[in-house]
């Protein structure tokens, strides 16, 4: 949307988000002013090697198993030692392949492995990203591997604009009361691509209490057993009607 000149087309003052959260009560609204949301990044590597016979000549082959484990210990390292303890960052593997389970005597030429992180701030991105070459590279290097690292962020920060999120929970606070809107939450290293358009244009990214059931159907965000609380829907029309009355100055006092 950005890339087609959305703001171009479509010029804006202020904008809003709104996003589910099941963790809070169906009638509760949560944001913050300044930075909401960690920016969201991949990471995948790739260690290339000779490969060998596991049970034959273990000693002439590149073991790329040993390169990954002492790669995926060192990567914790990089926020224990190399981040600011003030700051906030997470390096997580989600994913490793490598070898044919049909073929368990035979060390792998090719093993890959791929994780997510996240951070506030452009400078602790960069580091992040810096670290994770350097830390594969390096591990390769020690074992006659190579090492193939690619780095991306899907997201950047969520940063709310002050003015704009005062006027949200302004207009929050009329549909909810006083005591059912959250204006201090807690910093949250999910990632949302609501950033981007906040880096284009000031406005304010907003939970609205979803509630969470026990049993199937009550789960957290994107799990297979989420399940969106249709009893949220009018707090949720309610708040964006408020939010025009609120931007259009028609919005009647508090009390009213």
Known sequence: ML?????????CDRIFGLHSYPTMPVGTFGTRTREFMSAAGRWQV?????????????????????????????????????????????????????????????????????????????????????KIAELATAHASIHGAKAQVKCWWNTTAVVNDVAVTQSAVRAATRVAGTD?????????????????????????????????????????????????????????VAYWLSVVEEELGTAPEQGQ
């Open 180 to 236: 059912s809107v959250n204006q201090d939450m807690q910093r949250l290293t999910a990632g949302e691509d609501f950033s981007w358009m906040l880096r284009e244009c000031p406005g304010s990214f907003v939970f609205i209490g979803n509630g969470q059931r026990k049993g199937d159907g009550g789960g957290h965000l994107h799990m297979p057993n989420y399940d969106f609380n249709d009893d949220a829907l009018p707090y949720g």
């Open 3 to 11: 890339e087609d000149k959305l703001f171009t087309r479509f010029p």
């Open 46 to 130: 790739t260690f290339t090697g000779s490969g060998g016979h596991g049970g034959l000549t273990p000693h002439l082959a590149t073991d790329l198993t040993v390169v990954q484990a002492n790669f995926v210990l060192g990567l914790q390292a990089i926020v224990a030692r190399n981040v600011p303890p003030m700051e906030t960052a997470i390096i997580s593997v989600g994913h490793i392949n490598a070898g044919d389970p049909n073929a368990m005597n035979v060390m792998p030429s090719e093993l890959r492995i791929s994780g997510t992180m996240r951070a506030f701030t452009p400078p602790i991105q960069a580091l992040l990203e810096r």
